[in-house]
C-alpha cells in the first residue's frame, strides 16, 4: 500500500476479473471509500455491462452479503448480510497484504469476479468517482452458460464453417464482439447506473 496523506479522500484501486475465462476478462476501477457492497455491486454491473438480470452475491472472509430477501432461499445454512450496511471504508486494509474477494453474479452461469484489492490512494481532485481506469474484453453473453457454454460459444463464434455459427451470431447480436472494451463508454455506464440506482453519487 502506498504512504497515505490524510488530508484528502482515499480511493480503492481494484482490478476485477472474470474467473476461469482465458484470454482474462477485467477491469481496474477507482472506487470511493464511502461506497457500500450495494453500490458496488451496481458499479461491477456497469463497468461489465451486465444487465442484472440475476442474483448476486459477495462472499468476503466467508461470510455472504448481498440481499437477504432475495437471496437466502437459493442458499445452504449459511446466513446472508445486508450488503447495503457494509462499506468498503469497514476492510482491513493496512492489516491485510494481497486483499481480495468474490462476486457471483448469475447463480445459474455462475461467474465468478475475483475483486483484488491493488492500493488505496489518496483521491485526485480532477476525477469523479468511481471511475473505470482500464480493462481487457467483452463479459459473456448473459445466460451463455457459465464458462463451458462460454467456451462453446466463442468456438463456434469464431468458426464460420461451425453448425452453430450463425445462430450465436444472431442470438448475441452482430455488435457483440468478444475482444471489445471501450473505456469511455463503460464509465458513462457507471455514473448512469449509480445516478439510476443511488440519485446519484
Not at 482474462?24 to 476501477?29: A, G, K, N, S
Not at 484489492?117 to 471511475?131: G, M, T
Not at 455488435?175 to 446519484?200: C, H, Q, Y
Request: charged residues 25%; negative net charge.
Amino acid at each position: 500500500m502506498a504512504a497515505m496523506d490524510f488530508d484528502k479522500p482515499l480511493v480503492m484501486q481494484a482490478k476485477i476479473t472474470i474467473q476461469d475465462i482465458e484470454p482474462p476478462i477485467w477491469r481496474r476501477i477507482l472506487l470511493p471509500l464511502d461506497l457500500n457492497l450495494a453500490q458496488l455491486h451496481e458499479v461491477i454491473q456497469a463497468a461489465f455491462a451486465w444487465t442484472d438480470s440475476h442474483l448476486h452475491q459477495f462472499i468476503i472472509g466467508g461470510l455472504v452479503y448481498g440481499a437477504p430477501e432475495f437471496i437466502e432461499d437459493y442458499q445452504d445454512e449459511r446466513r446472508t448480510f445486508e450488503a447495503t450496511e457494509v462499506h468498503l471504508r469497514d476492510f482491513q486494509y493496512y492489516h491485510t497484504e494481497n486483499l481480495s474477494f468474490l462476486y457471483e453474479y448469475d447463480f445459474g452461469d455462475g461467474w465468478n469476479h475475483l475483486i483484488e484489492v491493488e492500493n488505496v490512494i489518496p483521491a485526485d481532485d480532477a476525477l469523479k468517482y468511481p471511475v473505470c481506469i482500464a480493462g481487457e474484453r467483452h463479459r459473456p453473453p448473459e445466460d451463455v452458460g457459465g464458462t463451458h457454454g462460454y467456451a462453446e460459444f466463442l468456438e463456434a463464434w469464431h468458426d464460420k464453417t461451425h453448425d452453430d455459427h450463425r445462430h450465436y451470431r444472431d442470438w448475441a447480436g452482430r455488435s457483440f464482439s468478444p475482444e471489445k472494451f471501450d473505456v469511455e463508454a463503460t464509465n458513462k455506464l457507471i455514473r448512469s447506473a449509480l445516478r439510476k440506482s443511488r440519485g446519484g453519487y
